[in-house]
Each structure stands twice: as C-alpha cells, then as structure tokens.
C-alpha cells in the first residue's frame, strides 16, 4: 500500500517562497511520473506540475512556471515543488500525486496514489 505524505505549506507573505515535499512510503516510486495538484476554495482542483519519469522532464501550468520548480530525491523517495514568487492566486490546498507509469502525459484516472493535502496561503 502506498502512502504519499505532503509536508512544507503553511502562511506566507506575496512574493515569498515554500517549498512542499511528498514522501512516498511502501513501494518505490522512483520511476512513476509524479505531480502536484491544487485545489482553491470553490475551485476544482487542477493541475500545477509534473515530472516525468522515463527522462524527467517537467510540465507546469502556465500560471507558474518560472516561479514553480518540480524535483525529486530517489534517495529518500520524496518529490519536492520548490514556490517562489508566491502571490495570493497561488492560495491552495496543494496535493501530491503518484501515477501508475513513467510516462506523460498521464490520464486522469491514472493518478492512482494522493497524499492528503497541505494548505498553502499566500497574504497580500
């Protein structure tokens, strides 16, 4: 059974930085193609970020890229998404997600493991 545990959000001023971590406990999930979702109150829930796991190249929504950085440490088996530039439309509950493969792009019902969820607010 796999378990994704989010860590890392909290309050933060605009312009400031986080950086959330998901550890992946129960199986390796070294070579999976990962991502981090978000979902905004009263929003649906979209997609931030992804890393492929066949090359590892990384996809993000338009809205963050330049500020938004997805990497992974095999070592401890932990995906990371380092948030610079914050400002309040980044205010979310973050999730991290493991597909069932290594490649990208992935279908919806192929995010089969989600941690559940760290809060990230961003104050103007």
């Known amino acids: 059974q796999v378990q994704l545990v989010e860590s890392g959000g909290g309050l933060v001023q605009a312009g400031g930085s986080l950086r959330l971590s998901c550890a992946a406990s129960?199986?390796?999930?070294?070579?999976?193609?990962m991502g981090w979702f978000r979902r905004a109150p009263g929003k649906e829930r979209e997609f931030v970020a992804a890393?492929?796991?066949?090359?590892?190249?990384?996809y993000y929504l338009d809205s963050v890229k330049g500020r938004f950085t997805i990497s992974r440490d095999n070592t401890p088996n932990t995906v990371y998404l380092q948030m610079n530039s914050l400002n309040p439309e980044d205010t979310a509950v973050y999730y991290c997600?493991?597909?069932?493969?290594?490649?990208?792009?992935?279908?919806?019902?192929?995010?089969?493991?989600w941690g559940q969820g760290t809060q990230v607010t961003v104050s103007s």
């Open positions: 997600a493991g597909s069932v493969g290594t490649w990208y792009p992935i279908r919806e019902n192929e995010w089969y493991y």
């Open positions: 129960g199986r390796t999930l070294n070579r999976n193609t």
């Open positions: 890393l492929d796991g066949s090359d590892g190249s990384t």
